[in-house]
């Protein structure tokens, strides 16, 4: 009886160490999530006064629009290449919370 207690106590602290480094995976998916996105708000918003201050500096309408056109060409440049960096931490964030489970999930098998 002991000795089923006691491979049960070890079990469970198995478990929890293993859910434990699983959740450390996902915060620092997320702090690395959080840092991306606040540069990438801070880098837009920059991008976008500058833009504004160009288009109201324009002496023409042509050359105007020649800013707006660039802006908007950079601007989804830089969003495609931001939503490529948040699907690759989502990624990683995954696999590294997965990581600390497969030694369990091997176990069913045998």
């Given at each position: 009886m002991i000795?089923?207690?006691e491979d049960f106590q070890k079990f469970s602290k198995g478990n929890a160490d293993v859910a434990m480094e699983s959740a450390n995976a996902v915060t620092k998916g997320m702090q690395a999530l959080a840092s991306e996105t606040a540069d990438y708000s801070k880098n837009a918003?920059?991008?976008?006064s500058?833009?504004?201050?160009q288009m109201v500096s324009a002496?023409?309408?042509?050359?105007?629009?020649?800013v707006q056109t660039d802006?908007?060409?950079?601007a989804y440049e830089g969003y495609v290449g931001q939503a490529t960096k948040v699907g690759e931490i989502f990624t990683g964030?995954?696999?590294?919370?997965?990581?600390?489970?497969?030694g369990l999930f091997g176990q069913f098998g045998k």
């Amino acid at each position: 009886m002991i000795s089923g207690f006691e491979d049960f106590q070890k079990f469970s602290k198995g478990n929890a160490d293993v859910a434990m480094e699983s959740a450390n995976a996902v915060t620092k998916g997320m702090q690395a999530l959080a840092s991306e996105t606040a540069d990438y708000s801070k880098n837009a918003f920059e991008a976008g006064s500058k833009a504004f201050e160009q288009m109201v500096s324009a002496g023409t309408l042509d050359k105007a629009m020649e800013v707006q056109t660039d802006f908007v060409r950079s601007a989804y440049e830089g969003y495609v290449g931001q939503a490529t960096k948040v699907g690759e931490i989502f990624t990683g964030m995954a696999q590294a919370a997965y990581k600390p489970y497969e030694g369990l999930f091997g176990q069913f098998g045998k």
